[in-house]
DNA sequence: TCCTGGCACTCCGAGCTTCTGAGTGCCAAT
DNA sequence: ATTGGCACTCAGAAGCTCGGAGTGCCAGGA
């Protein structure tokens, strides 16, 4: 049961105290913004909002502070507002050219996102369980050295080398090859590592076939391997810079911050799948150790249609309306360069 | 002119200081340790030191804090002191399992320095200016596209691909690669990288040799790509821990810590080529911005006996003796592995 | 010559009190 | 519903005292 202005006052509040780090009181609303009432109006208003525990005040006469709640309500009404401001925008296009290394682009993503929001960055590797083998390639580097080349249909290659305890010859790798590529290629990253499982738990390596079952080793590590989610990180230095807003230290948010496994989950909870941006507030994060931290997170799309998702990481008490509008824009310019590959 | 036993007070203000983090006056001195004289003596000695600027007196009447020269006089006389405890030993011996990988290895390496320090550490990879190129293979993926895969002595092997405007044979192919391995091949990664560039230089791309000089371009750019250093980092978290000891904020070694230009710098300053570990300390890093930190750092040898460098970095007020001794053993056992191989 | 106990002196920092001003809640009047 | 007025609260800055850890120095003893 808030009314309408009762809404604008929690806007007011949540910006001046953003901007001020200091409880927010009636008097400096009135001053600061253009509400046609006076003081006491707006103290009433400010009953209500506390009514419904969206803001708090730190101490008895002390001005007032958003509490998690109200900085919910604050986001969830936000939507679309702030404009892109042109410094920012000109960053963007400035620095994220095309690049053919996804690792390159990625890396100069997250730099970027973190310069202009100011916020710890956070960008996660797109995932391959949905991208599928195209080939699978053996290359004779020496008598007992073979090269397993393993090629993904979204552009990603690598590589391994096996060494053999006798020497190979051009038929016998053939043989291989063809054996290999009928088990894997043309599947899912997913299924072929499946398949793999499954020959290596069917024939068990013997001496007669030490070679295949090395190959499939390795190629079934360098298939696991796509599927950890990875992501990349910049900008770490910025908690230091807002550490007042932090009651303890920055310690378990750093420390968190090296556990990529924690972060993986947290953006793992935030809807996969879901292309626009959304915020996890405060002590929605709880459970991650996080409490004193927001994240807000959008999806982008990948050229090969996943989606993996990217994001700023800073306190409770941050900027949303800019870091929301940077997050997004930021997620769709680089699904377009994306795309266009 | 300072006596011995003036250094031996040295050493007990150091030690004691870095484990109680406060000013050490003369009466706790001979409480904890078994001097066989009176605090007055102590006091006289310490007037020594402060003569010499080993020590300084944060304010009249209080005890005395060690300052840069005297952490660097301690650490010149330590030398090989202590033993490495039995949990770091173990700690080594556990973690540090042979690995084919060597992004692997020096990941797993970097966190346990880091750990066993408490710490933040530091790990630069093998510089390659002196592996050498093994061979270049170029293999056929589609009726247009090329993989080209670079293979260097120590081991390591990449690839990228490259697209073609017309259709390739065989022979084709076979002749680029011929004619690759003649330019590159058995030369040191920085004289291949020298003669591919003069190669370009000779003979401009044009519509008959486009997909040699493409081919050129990605092995060059490949080359380039391992001469640039690059470091891995552990451990940031600690210093949130540690940050009482840095007077204003630790932003600015977090912000030293994400360019790793500096670091690099930083590493490269310390003796290159030299494999027994070296200090720097407190003011002796102004130049990089972090005057109030130290580095402890070793040369490590890896397989294709290069000299690279691994340590640990925390506030000048850190446990010199044991990160010393952590980071030596750490070096060594690196080396090891990596000769195995 | 070096060491020691004694003594006067310094001054940081913990603990206490005071005081001010920003801010509140409530109420009667509009 | 909104407003001005009023009594009330309390965090935090400023000022104060005071104890104790620590010092420098000196004169006497080994």
Redesign the interface.
Known sequence: MVSERSLDVLRAIVADYVSSREPVGSKSIVDRHQFGVSAATIRNDMAQLEEEQLIVAPHTSSGRVPTDKGYRLFVDQLRDKRPLSQAQRRAIEMFLEPSADLDDLLARTVRLLSQITNQVALVQYPSFARASV??I?L?S?GPTTL?V?V?IDN?R?????VESRHPLDDDEISRIKTRLNDEVSTRTVTAAAAALAECEAVEPADTTNDVLASVREVVLEVLSHYREDRLVM????N???T?EDFSG???PV??A??QQVVLLRLFGEMQVDQLDVSASIGRENAPFGLDETSIVTSGYRSSAGEIARLGVLGPTRMDYAGNITAVRAVARYLTRLLGVE
């Open positions: 195209r080939h390639e290359v580097v090269l080349v090629i552009g290659v690598d590589q391994r080398l910049a900008g770490a230095a908690l230091a810079r550490e230290s920055i310690f750093l420390e911050l090296e």
